[in-house]
């Protein structure tokens, strides 16, 4: 199995990353990827850019040493109503979003508030993908979010960090994953590297994958043109 972007990466914007935007990227084409989604944290997360710096991010080129560069962020849902923190103009912007749930920006609450937070941002149209669903303690009805994303063909990422950061997160993914399997739900695999060391470093989601059985085709990081379509399908025009 051979991953050709890493879709799930911070820079030192984020400020508890350590690298720039140079050192992701020349990170990304030492280690033979195609595509690099830069997704730093939303404002409402303690450490999160502000709106402006996502508004601004056109300004950067869509290739840096021959790796296309996606323009991103990891935006954080604040409600359980699927209440995002940047807005639907600023999302307009970007190439590829992640919306994840972060302690430090919503308490936990029941199985049935996740679920419908997610069920709501599975909805936005600005939205591509949700963040490191195995936080156990965002427990949610995997089997009714998974069957939502492939309706309105939204990701799910199998997010590698997930396993040594969010303790638990292991059994969650894998069940999440046997259900994308079984629904034939695409999803992406990440490393949610936080600095230029852990670019591509995909190794305990590809071992989980595998020992499933997962099927290739339904992870979109592993083609090139099925994610440059998935993204160009999905944009919105300004």
Known sequence: MKIIADL???TLVSEHAYSTVDEMVNSAKEKGFLALAI????PASSDGAKSVHFRAMHSLPKYINDVRLL???EANIIDYNGKLDLSEKVLNYLDFVIASYHEDVISPHTKE???KGYAEVIKNPNI???GHVGNPKFEFDIEYIVKLCKEYNKLIE???SSFTIRKGSFPICRDVALCCKKYETNIVVTSDAHSKYKVGDHKDAIELLSSIDFPE???LNTDYDKLMNYIKNN???L
Do not use: V
Request: aromatic share 0%.
């Open 8 to 10: 799930h990466t911070h």
């Open 128 to 130: 591509d993908c949700l």
């Open 158 to 160: 199998i997010n590698s």
């Open 71 to 73: 323009r991103g962020c």
């Open 235 to 237: 944009a919105i025009k």
């Open 217 to 219: 085709h339904l992870i």
């Open 113 to 115: 508030e996740h679920t």
């Open 39 to 42: 997704t730093d944290h939303g």
